[in-house]
């Protein structure tokens, strides 16, 4: 006969695992993936490979060789963070800049706090800001589309970031008229322009993720409504109080909005706990992103204000509580 | 030129305002402290680990100091620094210092794998207050050992181990300060602190169980059933029974060990005793017998 | 038909009701039946008989040892064989008393008929005389906590109560018995409310019914169509919805605050349908409460079923009379899987609150092994008393107890919620638990100064 098995209750489980949860990440990602493969063909296949390889076996290394520990890699974690780590750079980075930026974003951004659950920074986004400054020459060299071979040496042109960024430098509106409309930023197929990095060049494709995670309750809707709407009305105040500043459509759907709005500020370890808290960390994420996109020296904004709200994260679990059962509503 | 002058004098009277205010503030807010507080403390180990009743060295330098200013510092004691701290202390403070005795932390249950059968498998919270909350542990003994580690995890000088072939704690005695903080992390109130006795010389119980007799022997080969034997064979008077549990006064025990050979299920054990042939306790267990070597 | 439920967090956890459509048997008399002298909640009970003595079915043994406390009767006729200490399900040592059984004689004063007496017909019960009767007949809650009803019938002169609410929710997964109490035995948990409505004074009730149990809430539709103030209140399935609060919520939208406060303070007095089934017993029918159903139930259980069980039958004969323990490990729970609790031993015996014998075998038995949080924030969602689960554990692992108790700890009601839900499979509620004991511990030691 068996052993009678004594715990506390509940004895019970949900099938909610780690797993689960990570994997879901990476399936909301296969639009974007496939997309990106049709515009930049073999450059993104080969950065966003070498990117995960390099993220997973870094994690491996640290944790059997330097931590000492029974390494996880089937949680899926490290797939995710290589993931989107490739997907925040371009098509045509040299390979070990890639592995550069794996280090830093396993080795630096999560390992070095004690692996999964502890980084208080997206290690994707550590990863991405490091090389952006390390390295900001390959960094912003952005490849145009119909390359399907070529590697590093893909024809590279300026995306429309940096054009809505010389509009407001020059004070001329009708910069913004080399644009491409809403609906080609939608699909990303925007002809002469720099697609941008791997993951952002089709919202659509990216919003077919929000949907498949919404559907599996990966994330609740709070933190990409709660940007993306924020992003709508500052942009849209700015662009009717002055049409140099590009307008809400175009702000929503270029650069890494819909990435980082979807994917990386939704991040489980680095956003706040409750919906109230998702909501305030959303909201300043959209501001900060559209100040820094207007005011600031880079023409992408998404990355940095995404980690300003990291680091806030903590201060928002402590005030921001939910309501309590029973308290007395005000 | 200008620039110069005009730099020197800014940064002049910056410096000039914040050492004025700095010094306005630590004239303000001075506190005024006893300076052989900090001689104590600089005498004390530094383990801020608690085994004097104070939250820290800290807080014992104060009671020290203010104890010596009464005229008393007795019942105050650096459990960790022994009589050699104590003694410097005691000097430093004029006061007199009655020499006590050493002691080390005991592990009072002997419920191995082998003597207590395992009837449950617990599958909780790995800690030993949690397991005690939720049920008797995986053994038929509601007192005994739950071996998850509670004194291990609140030793501070790594003197207790789990031994993994009993499941059960060991303590080493060269590096046991006797601060008491694993008698206080047991739940179940197995760790206690006995004189370490001349020559490391201890005889205790080794059992913590208020079952009755047959109970107690059911659910643990080694269990104290409270028969009474030792307490009539004892001739000091050292040895009370309450609740069908046997228990030794360790200042009165002149450990003639009569106890250890009339006890009937060997819960009675005797430690670092010379062995001898004749009485060799067949239910002894690898640990004791490897510290009896060692003496 | 509007669906009610309660409005923060809850989850749902698969039904697994094998048993529901399973008349009620009658368990078989046990040889020897074992009583613990603390079945419910309060001091515990002092035996009145010593061995040796001869007793009846419906025989006092043991009487109320406080305010706060229950008598218990046996369920047996034979003789006291021992009051001695015997092994309970945590596995810890209790008294109890042992009866060993002969033959089956009744006191007599008890109705055994099967004849539905009717409050109307009895016009002499006062509200006082009702809460006597409980009180005599030692009724406690029979959803599984175990408080004695007649205390919850007499509000404190703070609070004034509107109504009676009857738990017939049965959010635990697995658990049939009350479903099976409800569809057996209508008129009479009807009759039991009114007596409840009686005794507290208040003329509206109503009976809560999780809306997976269609054929319950259509039956008493229909026994208390004319009836104008029983209305029943279909619910959505969410657990814990037979949580006290989260019942009073659901049912009639007012939330209870912070502990100390009792649902009374909003209004509410919440009884189970099992509770009412038994205060008519023992108001109608002079039946003091020694016999329950309870479900036998668990995957790999040959012949589960519902029993009307004498309280002291071990588990273990009940086991066996389902065709026994599955190989391997098994789980053995006093209650369902989300609030139940393990037991140590077969030998174990029913209570007054044991409404179910769960056996989760094989896979289901152990815990998955634990990862680290993710800080997903699920255990937040999930939380139906709007608390941290996350920061509580890991206030608790860190023992810091003023924080925790500024956090609410104390509020927790330990449904698992938290712990089902987390994908690191992390053990939140022992944690929690843990720090819980420790924060009110000081705050009693706080309240004696």
Same mark, same amino acid.
């Given at each position: 006969?068996?052993?009678?098995?004594?715990?506390?209750?509940?004895?019970?489980?949900?099938?909610?695992?780690?797993?689960?949860?990570?994997?879901?990440?990476?399936?909301?990602?296969?639009?974007?993936?496939?997309?990106?493969?049709?515009?930049?063909?073999?450059?993104?296949?080969?950065?966003?490979?070498?990117?995960?390889?390099?993220?997973?076996?870094?994690?491996?290394?640290?944790?059997?060789?330097?931590?000492?520990?029974?390494?996880?890699?089937?949680?899926?974690?490290?797939?995710?963070?290589?993931?989107?780590?490739?997907?925040?750079?371009?098509?045509?980075?040299?390979?070990?800049?890639?592995?550069?930026?794996?280090?830093?974003?396993?080795?630096?951004?999560?390992?070095?706090? =004690?692996?999964? *659950?502890?980084?208080?920074?997206?290690?994707? +986004?550590? &990863?991405? !800001?490091? #090389? /952006?400054?390390?390295?900001?020459?390959?960094?912003?060299?952005?490849?145009?589309?119909?390359?399907?071979?070529?590697?590093?040496?893909?024809?590279?042109?300026?995306?429309?970031?940096?054009?809505?960024?010389?509009?407001?430098?020059?004070?001329?509106?009708?910069?913004?008229?080399?644009?491409?409309?809403?609906?080609?930023?939608?699909?990303?197929?925007?002809?002469?322009?720099?697609? =941008?990095?791997? *993951?952002?060049?089709?919202?659509?494709?990216? +919003?077919? &993720?929000? !949907?498949? #995670? /919404?559907?599996?309750?990966?994330?609740?809707?709070?933190?990409?409504?709660?940007?993306?709407?924020?992003?709508?009305?500052?942009?849209?105040?700015?662009?009717?109080?002055?049409?140099?500043?590009?307008?809400?459509?175009?702000?929503?759907?270029?650069?890494?909005?819909?990435?980082?709005?979807?994917?990386?500020?939704?991040?489980?370890?680095?956003?706040?706990?409750?919906?109230?808290?998702?909501?305030?960390?959303?909201?300043?994420?959209?501001?900060?992103?559209?100040?820094?996109?207007?005011?600031?020296?880079?023409?992408?904004?998404?990355?940095?204000?995404?980690?300003?709200?990291?680091?806030?994260?903590?201060?928002?679990?402590?005030?921001?509580?939910?309501?309590?059962?029973?308290?007395?509503?005000? | 030129?200008?620039?110069?002058?005009?730099?020197?004098?800014?940064?002049?009277?910056?410096?000039?305002?914040?050492?004025?205010?700095?010094?306005?503030?630590?004239?303000?807010?001075?506190?005024?402290?006893?300076?052989?507080?900090?001689?104590?403390?600089?005498?004390?180990?530094?383990?801020?680990?608690?085994?004097?009743?104070?939250?820290?060295?800290?807080?014992?330098?104060?009671?020290?100091?203010?104890?010596?200013?009464?005229?008393?510092?007795?019942?105050?004691?650096?459990?960790?620094?022994?009589?050699?701290?104590?003694?410097?202390?005691?000097?430093?403070?004029?006061?007199?210092?009655?020499?006590?005795?050493?002691?080390?932390?005991?592990?009072?249950?002997?419920?191995?794998?082998?003597?207590?059968?395992?009837?449950?498998?617990?599958?909780?919270?790995?800690?030993?207050?949690?397991?005690?909350?939720?049920?008797?542990?995986?053994?038929?003994?509601?007192?005994?050992?739950?071996?998850?580690?509670?004194?291990?995890?609140?030793?501070?000088?790594?003197?207790?181990?789990?031994?993994?072939?009993?499941?059960?704690?060991?303590?080493?005695?060269?590096?046991?300060?006797?601060?008491?903080?694993?008698?206080?992390?047991?739940?179940?109130?197995?760790?206690?602190?006995?004189?370490?006795?001349?020559?490391?010389?201890?005889?205790?119980?080794?059992?913590?169980?208020?079952?009755?007799?047959?109970?107690?022997?059911?659910?643990?080969?080694?269990?104290?059933?409270?028969?009474?034997?030792?307490?009539?064979?004892?001739?000091?008077?050292?040895?009370?029974?309450?609740?069908?549990?046997?228990?030794?006064?360790?200042?009165?025990?002149?450990?003639?060990?009569?106890?250890?050979?009339?006890?009937?299920?060997?819960?009675?054990?005797?430690?670092?005793?010379?062995?001898?042939?004749?009485?060799?306790?067949?239910?002894?267990?690898?640990?004791?017998?490897?510290?009896?070597?060692?003496? | 038909?509007?669906?009610?439920?309660?409005?923060?967090?809850?989850?749902?956890?698969?039904?697994?009701?094998?048993?529901?459509?399973?008349?009620?048997?009658?368990?078989?008399?046990?040889?020897?039946?074992?009583?613990?002298?603390?079945?419910?909640?309060?001091?515990?009970?002092?035996?009145?008989?010593?061995?040796?003595?001869?007793?009846?079915?419906?025989?006092?043994?043991?009487?109320?040892?406080?305010?706060?406390?229950?008598?218990?009767?046996?369920?047996?006729?034979?003789?006291?064989?021992?009051?001695?200490?015997?092994?309970?399900?945590?596995?810890?040592?209790?008294?109890?008393?042992?009866?060993?059984?002969?033959?089956?004689?009744?006191?007599?004063?008890?109705?055994?008929?099967?004849?539905?007496?009717?409050?109307?017909?009895?016009?002499?019960?006062?509200?006082?005389?009702?809460?006597?009767?409980?009180?005599?007949?030692?009724?406690?809650?029979?959803?599984?906590?175990?408080?004695?009803?007649?205390?919850?019938?007499?509000?404190?002169?703070?609070?004034?109560?509107?109504?009676?609410?009857?738990?017939?929710?049965?959010?635990?997964?697995?658990?049939?018995?009350?479903?099976?109490?409800?569809?057996?035995?209508?008129?009479?948990?009807?009759?039991?409310?009114?007596?409840?409505?009686?005794?507290?004074?208040?003329?509206?009730?109503?009976?809560?019914?999780?809306?997976?149990?269609?054929?319950?809430?259509?039956?008493?539709?229909?026994?208390?169509?004319?009836?104008?103030?029983?209305?029943?209140?279909?619910?959505?399935?969410?657990?814990?919805?037979?949580?006290?609060?989260?019942?009073?919520?659901?049912?009639?939208?007012?939330?209870?605050?912070?502990?100390?406060?009792?649902?009374?303070?909003?209004?509410?007095?919440?009884?189970?349908?099992?509770?009412?089934?038994?205060?008519?017993?023992?108001?109608?029918?002079?039946?003091?409460?020694?016999?329950?159903?309870?479900?036998?139930?668990?995957?790999?259980?040959?012949?589960?079923?519902?029993?009307?069980?004498?309280?002291?039958?071990?588990?273990?004969?009940?086991?066996?009379?389902?065709?026994?323990?599955?190989?391997?490990?098994?789980?053995?729970?006093?209650?369902?899987?989300?609030?139940?609790?393990?037991?140590?031993?077969?030998?174990?015996?029913?209570?007054?609150?044991?409404?179910?014998?769960?056996?989760?075998?094989?896979?289901?038995?152990?815990?998955?092994?634990?990862?680290?949080?993710?800080?997903?924030?699920?255990?937040?969602?999930?939380?139906?008393?709007?608390?941290?689960?996350?920061?509580?554990?890991?206030?608790?692992?860190?023992?810091?107890?003023?924080?925790?108790?500024?956090?609410?700890?104390?509020?927790?009601?330990?449904?698992?919620?938290?712990?089902?839900?987390?994908?690191?499979?992390?053990?939140?509620?022992?944690?929690?638990?843990?720090?819980?004991?420790?924060?009110?511990?000081?705050?009693?030691?706080?309240?004696?100064?």
């Amino acid at each position: 006969m068996g052993k009678l098995i004594v715990s506390l209750s509940p004895h019970a489980h949900g099938n909610e695992t780690v797993e689960k949860n990570m994997y879901g990440v990476v399936i909301a990602l296969i639009p974007a993936i496939l997309v990106s493969l049709i515009y930049f063909g073999i450059g993104s296949a080969v950065v966003l490979l070498s990117s995960v390889a390099s993220c997973v076996f870094i994690e491996w290394a640290i944790s059997r060789y330097i931590l000492k520990v029974n390494p996880s890699i089937s949680d899926g974690s490290a797939i995710v963070t290589g993931l989107l780590l490739g997907m925040n750079l371009p098509s045509n980075l040299p390979i070990w800049i890639v592995m550069v930026g794996a280090l830093v974003a396993i080795g630096i951004g999560k390992m070095t706090f =004690g692996g999964l *659950g502890n980084n208080p920074f997206n290690p994707a +986004l550590v &990863g991405r !800001c490091f #090389l /952006l400054v390390s390295f900001p020459a390959q960094m912003t060299s952005w490849p145009t589309s119909g390359h399907w071979l070529k590697y590093m040496d893909a024809q590279t042109g300026a995306t429309p970031l940096s054009i809505m960024k010389t509009a407001i430098k020059s004070g001329d509106a009708s910069v913004l008229n080399q644009l491409p409309d809403a609906t080609q930023l939608l699909l990303g197929s925007n002809p002469n322009l720099g697609l =941008g990095t791997i *993951g952002e060049v089709c919202a659509l494709a990216l +919003l077919l &993720g929000l !949907c498949y #995670l /919404l559907w599996k309750k990966v994330i609740t809707w709070h933190i990409p409504v709660s940007i993306i709407g924020t992003v709508i009305i500052f942009s849209g105040i700015l662009h009717l109080a002055n049409p140099v500043y590009a307008d809400p459509l175009t702000e929503v759907f270029t650069g890494g909005l819909m990435l980082g709005a979807i994917f990386m500020a939704t991040d489980y370890v680095t956003s706040p706990m409750t919906h109230k808290g998702q909501i305030i960390y959303g909201v300043a994420i959209g501001f900060l992103t559209i100040v820094i996109r207007n005011w600031g020296s880079y023409p992408e904004g998404m990355s940095f204000a995404i980690l300003i709200m990291n680091a806030f994260t903590p201060l928002i679990n402590t005030y921001v509580k939910p309501k309590r059962f029973g308290e007395k509503q005000k | 030129m200008n620039f110069i002058i005009i730099a020197v004098l800014v940064l002049g009277t910056i410096a000039l305002v914040s050492s004025l205010v700095l010094y306005f503030v630590s004239k303000k807010f001075a506190v005024t402290e006893d300076p052989r507080i900090g001689q104590v403390i600089d005498l004390l180990p530094g383990a801020n680990c608690g085994g004097c009743g104070f939250a820290g060295c800290s807080g014992m330098a104060d009671a020290l100091v203010k104890g010596a200013d009464k005229g008393s510092i007795d019942g105050l004691r650096c459990p960790v620094g022994g009589d050699l701290v104590m003694n410097k202390v005691s000097d430093l403070l004029g006061m007199a210092m009655a020499n006590t005795e050493p002691m080390v932390a005991v592990v009072r249950c002997n419920g191995t794998c082998e003597f207590r059968p395992r009837i449950a498998e617990y599958d909780g919270l790995h800690t030993c207050a949690a397991m005690h909350s939720t049920c008797a542990g995986e053994t038929g003994c509601g007192y005994g050992c739950l071996g998850c580690g509670d004194c291990v995890a609140a030793c501070q000088f790594d003197a207790i181990h789990i031994n993994p072939s009993t499941g059960l704690p060991e303590v080493d005695e060269e590096k046991c300060t006797s601060c008491g903080a694993c008698t206080k992390a047991c739940p179940r109130h197995i760790m206690e602190l006995r004189k370490k006795g001349p020559k490391g010389r201890r005889v205790y119980v080794q059992c913590v169980n208020k079952d009755k007799g047959a109970v107690a022997r059911k659910n643990c080969a080694v269990a104290c059933i409270g028969c009474g034997k030792c307490q009539k064979v004892c001739k000091f008077e050292a040895i009370t029974i309450e609740n069908n549990l046997s228990y030794i006064d360790y200042n009165k025990c002149r450990m003639c060990t009569k106890c250890v050979d009339e006890c009937p299920t060997g819960a009675i054990v005797k430690v670092n005793f010379p062995v001898r042939k004749s009485t060799a306790n067949i239910e002894k267990t690898e640990s004791n017998i490897k510290e009896e070597e060692k003496a | 038909m509007k669906i009610h439920t309660f409005h923060l967090g809850g989850v749902h956890p698969d039904e697994n009701k094998i048993t529901a459509e399973m008349s009620t048997q009658v368990a078989a008399l046990p040889k020897q039946a074992i009583f613990p002298l603390s079945q419910h909640i309060g001091a515990p009970a002092k035996p009145v008989v010593q061995r040796g003595d001869k007793v009846k079915v419906g025989t006092l043994i043991a009487e109320a040892g406080g305010f706060v406390s229950a008598p218990i009767y046996s369920s047996v006729s034979g003789t006291v064989a021992k009051i001695d200490t015997s092994i309970d399900a945590t596995g810890y040592r209790k008294p109890v008393i042992i009866i060993n059984v002969e033959g089956d004689e009744w006191e007599e004063n008890i109705d055994r008929t099967d004849k539905l007496e009717k409050l109307s017909d009895h016009p002499e019960l006062t509200p006082e005389e009702i809460i006597e009767r409980i009180k005599v007949a030692g009724v406690t809650g029979m959803g599984g906590a175990g408080f004695p009803t007649f205390i919850k019938l007499c509000p404190p002169p703070t609070a004034k109560a509107e109504c009676v609410i009857i738990n017939g929710v049965e959010c635990e997964p697995y658990i049939t018995s009350d479903y099976r109490l409800m569809m057996e035995h209508s008129d009479e948990i009807i009759e039991g409310v009114r007596l409840l409505m009686k005794a507290a004074k208040v003329d509206k009730a109503y009976i809560g019914i999780e809306d997976n149990k269609p054929k319950a809430i259509q039956l008493f539709e229909e026994k208390t169509a004319d009836i104008q103030n029983i209305e029943i209140v279909p619910l959505a399935k969410k657990y814990p919805q037979g949580g006290e609060k989260q019942l009073v919520d659901a049912v009639i939208h007012r939330q209870v605050p912070a502990p100390p406060a009792i649902p009374v303070n909003v209004g509410a007095i919440v009884q189970n349908v099992g509770t009412a089934f038994a205060v008519y017993q023992a108001v109608m029918k002079h039946k003091p409460l020694f016999e329950r159903y309870t479900t036998v139930t668990g995957k790999e259980i040959k012949n589960p079923g519902n029993f009307l069980v004498r309280m002291g039958t071990p588990f273990s004969q009940l086991i066996d009379s389902c065709g026994g323990l599955p190989d391997g490990d098994n789980k053995v729970l006093a209650g369902g899987p989300m609030m139940g609790k393990a037991v140590m031993s077969l030998d174990v015996p029913v209570c007054k609150g044991t409404n179910s014998i769960t056996v989760l075998s094989g896979f289901d038995a152990h815990r998955k092994s634990i990862q680290p949080c993710i800080r997903c924030g699920k255990c937040v969602d999930a939380c139906p008393m709007g608390l941290e689960p996350y920061l509580l554990a890991t206030l608790s692992s860190m023992k810091e107890y003023e924080r925790l108790e500024q956090e609410d700890v104390t509020s927790c009601i330990s449904c698992g919620s938290c712990q089902f839900t987390c994908p690191s499979h992390r053990p939140i509620l022992d944690n929690i638990l843990q720090g819980k004991g420790a924060v009110m511990s000081i705050i009693k030691s706080r309240q004696k100064k």
